[in-house]
C-alpha cells in the first residue's frame, strides 16, 4: 500500500526538515531516508550533529545539511516573521527571540515558512498536542480547514482509515464532513476506493442520544454538496460499519460493502481507539498522520521508530499526505 508513496517521492525528491535533529532516532532515520533516494534530509541541531552521525556508521557526515540557530543567518528574518504573527497575541519581541534561538519546532517551523525545505517532520521528543501547538504559531492551515489526524490500520484483509484521532476535541458537523472528504482523499491516492462510515454508538436512531445531531448532520452537508464522489454513511456503530452480517440489518445503508474510512465522533473515542489498537490489536498501525496544514508538517509521536518516521516523511514528500 505504500509502493505509491515511496515511488512519487523517488520520482520527485523533496528537501525534508528533521526538526529533531540531535535525537539518534531522528538521524537513523536522515540516514535511511537518504540512502533509499527519497529526497534531501536537511537536519535542526547544534555543532555536534555531524559527530553523533559519524559516531552511527556514517562515513561523510558533513555531507548532512545541518541548520543551527546559533549560526543560521536568517534568524533575525525568523524573528520578524514570527513577531509579526504573535505580537497581538501577548508575546513581546525578546520572548520570539528566544523562541526562534531556544526550540526547535519553532525554528523549523519557520525554516519550512522561509522555503529552506519542502517538508517538516518533528515530534518525537514532546507531547503531540504541544508540538502542534507550537507549528501552528508559525505555520497556518489550508484555507477552509481545520488540521487533524489519521491513523491507518492494516491488517491481512483490510486497510482502514481512522480520523481524527489527534486534534479537534468535538468536532463541528462541518468539520466531521471536511474529514470525511480528506480523508477519502488521502485513501484514493494510496489507491483505496473509499467508503466512509460516521461512526457512533447508535444505529441510525437506535438508540436515542444527546450527542447524535453532530453525526446526522455532517451527512447532510455531504448530501447538500450533491458532488460527493465517495460512498458515506451514518450514524452507525462499527460493527454495522465493518461487518457484513451486521450490516444486512440495514438494507437501505448506502455503503456497498464494509467501510474503509471511518470518521470518529470526536477525539476521546478516536484517540482512545487508535491508541488501544496499536497496543493491543493485531493490525500494523501507520500514523498519526497530519493533514489539513498549509505546508507539509507531519508530527510523529514519541514512541514512533526510525523507519515510521521514514514513513511519514514518504507520504508527506510524495504529496500523499497533504
Same mark, same amino acid.
Not at 87 to 114: C, K, P
Not at 261 to 282: D, H, W
Given at each position: 500500500?505504500?509502493?505509491?508513496?515511496?515511488?512519487?517521492?523517488?520520482?520527485?525528491?523533496?528537501?525534508v526538515?528533521?526538526?529533531?535533529?540531535?535525537?539518534?532516532?531522528?538521524?537513523?532515520?536522515?540516514?535511511?531516508?537518504?540512502?533509499?533516494?527519497? #529526497? &534531501?534530509?536537511?537536519?535542526? @541541531?547544534? /555543532?555536534?550533529?555531524?559527530?553523533? =552521525?559519524?559516531?552511527l556508521?556514517?562515513? %561523510? $557526515? !558533513?555531507?548532512?545539511?545541518?541548520?543551527?540557530s546559533?549560526?543560521?543567518?536568517?534568524?533575525?528574518?525568523?524573528?520578524e516573521?514570527?513577531?509579526?504573527?504573535?505580537?497581538?497575541?501577548?508575546?513581546?519581541?525578546?520572548?520570539?527571540?528566544?523562541?526562534?534561538?531556544?526550540?526547535?519546532?519553532?525554528?523549523?517551523?519557520?525554516?519550512?515558512?522561509?522555503?529552506?525545505?519542502?517538508v517538516?517532520?518533528?515530534?518525537?521528543?514532546?507531547?503531540?498536542?504541544?508540538?502542534?501547538?507550537?507549528?501552528?504559531?508559525?505555520?497556518?492551515?489550508?484555507?477552509?480547514?481545520t488540521?487533524?489526524?489519521?491513523?491507518?490500520?492494516?491488517?491481512?484483509?483490510?486497510?482502514?482509515?481512522?480520523?481524527?484521532?489527534?486534534?479537534?476535541?468535538?468536532?463541528?458537523?462541518?468539520?466531521?464532513?471536511?474529514?470525511?472528504?480528506?480523508?477519502? #482523499? &488521502?485513501?484514493?491516492?494510496? @489507491?483505496? /476506493?473509499?467508503?466512509?462510515?460516521? =461512526?457512533?454508538?447508535?444505529?441510525?436512531? %437506535? $438508540? !436515542?442520544?444527546?450527542?447524535?445531531?453532530?453525526?446526522?448532520d455532517?451527512?447532510?452537508?455531504?448530501?447538500?454538496?450533491?458532488?460527493v464522489?465517495?460512498?458515506?454513511?451514518?450514524?452507525?456503530?462499527?460493527?454495522?460499519?465493518l461487518?457484513?452480517?451486521?450490516?444486512?440489518?440495514?438494507?437501505?445503508?448506502?455503503?456497498?460493502g464494509?467501510?474503509?474510512?471511518?470518521?470518529?465522533?470526536?477525539?476521546?473515542?478516536?484517540?482512545?481507539?487508535?491508541?488501544?489498537?496499536?497496543?493491543?490489536?493485531?493490525?500494523?498501525?501507520?500514523?498519526?498522520?497530519?493533514?489539513?496544514?498549509?505546508?507539509?508538517?507531519?508530527?510523529?509521536?514519541?514512541t514512533?521508530?526510525?523507519?515510521?518516521?521514514?514513513?511519514?516523511?514518504?507520504?508527506?514528500?510524495?504529496?500523499?499526505?497533504?
Open positions: 500500500m505504500l509502493s505509491l508513496a515511496y515511488d512519487a517521492a523517488r520520482a520527485n525528491p523533496k528537501r526538515l528533521f526538526a529533531e535533529g540531535d535525537e539518534d532516532i531522528v538521524l537513523r532515520a536522515a540516514i535511511s531516508f537518504r540512502d533509499g533516494g527519497y #529526497g &534531501v534530509p536537511v537536519l535542526v @541541531g547544534r /555543532e555536534d550533529v555531524h559527530d553523533r =552521525l559519524r559516531a556508521g556514517v562515513d %561523510d $557526515p !558533513e555531507s548532512f545539511e545541518v541548520l543551527n546559533r549560526v543560521y543567518g536568517r534568524v533575525p528574518e525568523m524573528v516573521f514570527l513577531y509579526g504573527r504573535l505580537h497581538r497575541r501577548g508575546y513581546l519581541h525578546r520572548e520570539v527571540e528566544r523562541m526562534v534561538n531556544q526550540d526547535r519546532n519553532t525554528f523549523a517551523a519557520l525554516a519550512l515558512a522561509l522555503g529552506e525545505a519542502d517538516l517532520i518533528t515530534g518525537v521528543t514532546r507531547p503531540y498536542a504541544q508540538t502542534v501547538r507550537q507549528i501552528q504559531r508559525v505555520l497556518d492551515p489550508k484555507a477552509g480547514c488540521p487533524f489526524g489519521i491513523h491507518i490500520l492494516v491488517g491481512q484483509s483490510h486497510t482502514t482509515f481512522m480520523a481524527d484521532t489527534t486534534v479537534t476535541e468535538r468536532p463541528s458537523a462541518e468539520q466531521l464532513a471536511e474529514i470525511a472528504i480528506q480523508t477519502a #482523499g &488521502v485513501a484514493r491516492r494510496m @489507491g483505496h /476506493e473509499p467508503r466512509v462510515a460516521f =461512526l457512533s454508538y447508535s444505529n441510525f436512531g %437506535d $438508540p !436515542e442520544g444527546s450527542y447524535l445531531d453532530r453525526i446526522r455532517a451527512v447532510k452537508v455531504l448530501d447538500a454538496q450533491g458532488a464522489d465517495f460512498e458515506y454513511e451514518g450514524e452507525m456503530s462499527p460493527d454495522v460499519a461487518n457484513p452480517a451486521m450490516a444486512k440489518v440495514y438494507p437501505f445503508s448506502r455503503l456497498t464494509p467501510a474503509n474510512v471511518l470518521v470518529m465522533p470526536g477525539l476521546q473515542t478516536a484517540n482512545i481507539s487508535a491508541k488501544l489498537l496499536r497496543e493491543l490489536g493485531g493490525d500494523a498501525v501507520i500514523g498519526p498522520m497530519l493533514v489539513g496544514m498549509a505546508q507539509p508538517v507531519q508530527v510523529a509521536s514519541m514512533t521508530s526510525a523507519s515510521e518516521l521514514v514513513t511519514l516523511a514518504v507520504l508527506a514528500a510524495g504529496g500523499i499526505v497533504a
